[in-house]
């Protein structure tokens, strides 16, 4: 039987990355200062392979954690494959996806550092939704700024953050700008500043996806060709494949490769650059190397609003710059086929965040047709799509398209992050 | 290990009970025949004890069965009581409710019976989700005739309706007139009508259930002082409590109370007549013998649109004539009240017909309390509410209303019956 991880895992003990150190911004006020928890900061700064899970955090987990790995057999019948379609399901719980992993984490760290209220961004409203869940369980009260266009296209997501004891504050502009304005609101001296995804702090928490798939194909003694998952600021993707890739660069299990997969109208991985830039609009906080589109790039207003942040995470980015992942881009309409199949093969409604990992292993196993190899493919549906079901009506009205940035927009973006040199001369 | 139950449960085994039969409705015209399969008749008057669940069902039910029984922890500390209160969760499959139970057997029989096309009525959504699933798994195309309160109120059942590949249509009036309508649509020759609830073989394959719970409590070591589920037409009652009143009865366990509740906008139980009536508007197929407000008794339109019914089974009437089982009507703010409550402290949010299984328990709770009994109360929660924000959205405006009828309204709605010795007659 499969139990849940003592501990999350940390792919630096394994892999030597060059993960550059943060540099302040050149446009520091000093008055937005998130202030971590300690024990947060390390795990920000950790080199040890694992970080043991507080009782706290597990007691919590112990909810609704392990999850399960189902094999997709009708969806496999349905491609006339010969792979094997695994995939790992995060959404049973109150937030409906993977979020609550490391909200729970976060949401014990800060209460146990004194925080009284938390304040977060959130796009798609999962992470909001998982904050407040958490928040809740501490006593914390919960503030979450939402982008507009989710905040008006997701009015249950709203109410359901609500019915949880939360307050939510509509913001026009993209993830970055909302979490800017969460930053803001930290200039209330017992409010603290938490986020969600991109954070090597929430990669780490993330792990147990990943941990506890590897014991559960294990016992059906499996070991994946490919692992799939999508990619937004990067802690689904880092929590699913890291347990993954470390256990084969520790050559303890066979090669295995890794793809990340994006929204093509937010192709960060694929399309944009390895550099110094913001996570939030503010401008203000430390400058990250990551693979950026551009703080100020103006995501399209796509489905997948988890997935519209102009950035991904500084460990995904790395191991990305070193080879070690894979990276792929998928349009909305290809993205939602997929995630209609899948439910009416399997039974889930995937929230369209995790429909592009369906249609990455969908991808992936087409290929393992056409190559004859019966290749083993995990994937992980980080969570359900009740809550986004106008977007599935859109689709199946014809009302949804791709799209795409073009070059000189991703330039324009690009153009406007301050140079590496000044933001080092500081 | 819990596994699930090789065969279904049928309680008039285990208690001797008058089921008056059937009589024929002094309007038929002749032309609304549902044509019901051979085993499933046989099913309706079995007296077997145990009936085996076919190979074809139990295959689909491996998908999300056995489903999980969960210890209300925190809100018992909430409520301050000595009673251990558990719930079985019956929501985590894709019609998000215990429905799906009946719909895959259903389904699997009219197929096997050579039907293409299935119609049904639905009222909240949650039994036409499930039988547009379960039809498609059986290469059956479903029809579902939905009450226009429903359709207009929750378009997103629609959504997932059509997602699964069914058809809807809405129907202005109750359940009753949703019924009839889909009776109508087999006037199509290879057009099976179904229904979800109110039948005898509905009941006995809901008992999955109560079978399942019963195994669970059984590890546990603990036995149910009362049994509490929400009452519609009566499957999701009968499939929980019938597998611990017949054991109880059998004097294979202690004994136990079943409590049914129901809402107070539509007391079928507490505030109806146990007399023949029909089970839709067309008043032309057989009329049972049940507890019924009138089959012309509007409803009002309160969120528990699966409690809208205006009767219930013959099985759970006759359990109530005998004094087997016990009834209970609450109303819309009291039992928002309870769910969100619920959702607060254990993770899930109740779909508006559980949630009045989830005040029921906590009225049971709180009476624990009151006479320092630590009673241990077994519920179903036998459906999330993802898709039923917009009434939470409702509740937290302080906009949702109790609507209880007066006395002559159901007078009134009575009234319209026509007298037994006239149906007699025929």
Redesign the interface.
């Known amino acids: 039987m499969t139990v849940i991880p003592a501990h999350w895992y940390n792919i630096r003990a394994d892999i030597p990355l060059d993960v550059p150190d943060d540099r302040p911004s050149p446009f520091a006020s000093g008055t937005l200062r998130p202030q971590l928890p300690a024990k947060l900061i390390r795990q920000e700064m950790s080199r040890a392979r694992e970080v043991p899970i507080p009782a706290e955090v597990l007691e919590r987990y112990a909810?609704?954690r392990p999850t399960p790995l189902h094999r997709a057999r009708a969806l496999e019948r349905d491609l006339d494959t010969a792979a094997r379609i695994y995939f790992k399901y995060e959404g049973?719980?109150?937030s409906?996806s993977h979020k609550l992993n490391t909200a729970i984490a976060q949401a014990h760290y800060y209460a146990a550092a004194g925080a009284t209220r938390l304040a977060t961004g959130t796009g798609a409203g999962q992470w909001g939704t998982a904050m407040v869940?958490a928040g809740?369980m501490f006593g914390l009260e919960t503030v979450v700024y939402m982008t507009g266009h989710s905040y008006r296209t997701k009015?249950?997501r709203r109410?359901?953050m609500?019915?949880?004891?939360g307050r939510v504050v509509p913001v026009e502009g993209n993830l970055a700008a909302a979490l800017a304005a969460a930053l803001h609101a930290c200039e209330d001296p017992g409010t603290r500043f938490c986020t969600g995804s991109g954070e090597s702090y929430s990669l780490l928490h993330q792990t147990v996806i990943g941990q506890e798939a590897v014991a559960q194909l294990e016992l059906l003694g499996e070991w994946p060709d490919v692992v799939v998952a999508s990619l937004g600021a990067g802690s689904n993707f880092g929590g699913t494949a890291f347990p993954f890739v470390g256990a084969a660069r520790r050559g303890e299990a066979p090669a295995v490769r890794a793809v990340a997969v994006e929204p093509s109208a937010c192709p960060k991985l694929t399309r944009g650059q390895y550099r110094y830039d913001f996570t939030d609009s503010s401008r203000e906080t430390p400058m990250q190397k990551m693979y950026t589109l551009g703080h100020a790039f103006a995501t399209p207003e796509i489905h997948a609003g988890g997935l519209r942040y102009h950035g991904t995470s500084k460990l995904v980015s790395a191991l990305y710059a070193d080879g070690a992942i894979e990276g792929a881009a998928y349009g909305q309409p290809e993205v939602f086929a997929a995630a209609?199949r899948f439910?009416?093969l399997e039974?889930?409604?995937p929230a369209p965040e995790s429909a592009h990992a369906v249609h990455g292993a969908v991808v992936e196993a087409l290929r393992s047709r056409a190559e004859k190899q019966p290749r083993v493919i995990l994937f992980c549906l980080s969570g359900?799509g009740?809550?986004d079901?106008?977007a599935?009506?859109e689709y199946?009205g014809g009302r949804l398209v791709d799209v795409v940035p073009d070059d000189a927009e991703i330039e324009r973006s690009l153009a406007q992050i301050p140079q590496d040199t000044a933001a080092a001369r500081r």
Do not use: F, K, S
């Open positions: 909810a609704w049973g719980n109150i409906g869940a809740a009015p249950y109410t359901l609500e019915m949880l004891g209609v439910a009416q039974g889930i409604v359900h009740q809550l079901l106008a599935y009506a199946a």
